[in-house]
């Protein structure tokens, strides 16, 4: 057999048991999703902005990223909102590497999938606690949702799971902002016809069960650049990418809640992290160029640690990323306060 059943994992319903949501942080979800919804249904003019390491890999570190950024939030709350970017798996695109501490909580041992998914909703469940910033997480095991249910306010798709049956179905039976990532080819309606699925109602098979969705009205767009037949990254974040999304997003006017994130790092910045803070001040005007890009534009995506660039794994310089390289503290705070400024 190519299957090897190493053991039974733990269940939604037991890990939750074990680890509950208390009423107060319960209560205070609830009222970060409405907040983000808000601004995804453009009632609210306010900035979303998904921001945090490329990997959530070490807990107290994580922790120690979202509590410096809960004081920032206190300050710009009138214009930001601020949602810890919490990524705990990670996708490779050949399956080498480190997958995120769902695999690995420890990324120097061998992956231990049971433990794994115990340190990811401890450390969801630990950054609401303490800083009260509900996270965002990347759906990457669409399976994996229901050990989280309770505790995110906004889950991304990311570009290699965007065309994926199963991610967008899902994603139809959320109750909270989900963004679909366009695809590494740049291939902008591929993007589209998953929000259009995502906002669908859907039945299917999910978890050994038959289960139907109502669809999500807050599904949206994430723009995140591209890759061509040569390898070379195309950026997607330009007022002119805007512009054609916006036309895109008019042409299906049953769609609801038109709005889109845009992903600053990635294909974007050709993976050079420290050009996130100029990809930012560009997208902050083509804002104020073009109301109806404006009006779209809900929020942008930066990666950020407590130590700029990123090490290999073994090095142990706390808060600093082991997988793609990371905006430093100091880069980050600057630009908050001047999102805060633009917006």
Not at 228 to 233: A, D, E, L
Not at 271 to 290: C, D, G, M
Request: proline content about 6%; aromatic content about 6%.
């Amino acid at each position: 057999m190519s299957f090897r059943t190493i053991r039974r994992v733990i269940s939604p319903e037991e890990l939750k048991e074990m680890f509950p949501l208390s009423k107060e942080a319960a209560a205070v979800k609830a009222a970060r999703d409405i907040e983000i919804k808000k601004i995804i249904s453009g009632e609210s003019d306010r900035f979303l902005v998904v921001i945090g390491p490329c990997s959530a890999d070490n807990e107290p570190a994580v922790l120690e990223y979202i509590e410096r950024l809960a004081k920032v939030q206190e300050k710009v709350a009138d214009r930001l909102l601020l949602v810890p970017r919490i990524y705990t798996n990670k996708p490779r695109t050949t399956g080498e590497g480190y997958k995120g501490i769902a695999h690995q909580p420890n990324p120097e041992k061998a992956p231990d999938m049971q433990e794994g998914i115990i340190a990811v909703r401890k450390l969801h469940l630990h950054a609401i606690e303490q800083t009260r910033l509900t996270p965002a997480d990347e759906m990457l095991y669409p399976e994996n949702w229901p050990y989280l249910d309770d505790l995110l306010s906004y889950v991304a798709v990311g570009a290699r799971s965007v065309e994926d049956q199963l991610h967008r179905l899902t994603v139809s039976g959320m109750d909270i902002p989900a963004g679909m990532k366009n695809p590494t080819s740049g291939d902008l309606s591929v993007m589209m016809n998953s929000v259009i699925a995502a906002q669908n109602k859907h039945t299917f098979l999910f978890r050994q069960c038959e289960v139907a969705t109502d669809g999500n009205p807050y599904a949206h767009t994430i723009l995140r650049g591209a890759t061509n037949k040569h390898g070379q990254n195309i950026p997607n974040y330009h007022y002119e990418d805007l512009e054609r999304l916006l036309s895109m997003y008019q042409e299906h006017p049953n769609l609801a809640n038109p709005a889109v994130i845009v992903d600053a790092n990635h294909s974007n910045s050709n993976k050079k992290y420290a050009e996130q803070p100029r990809i930012v001040s560009e997208i902050l005007h083509s804002r104020k160029v073009n109301p109806e890009v404006s009006s779209l534009v809900k929020g942008v995506m930066v990666e950020s640690y407590l130590v700029g660039g990123c090490q290999k794994i073994g090095e142990h310089i706390y808060g600093k990323s082991i997988t793609d390289p990371c905006l430093g503290w100091e880069e980050t705070e600057k630009l908050l306060y001047f999102m805060a400024e633009r917006v």
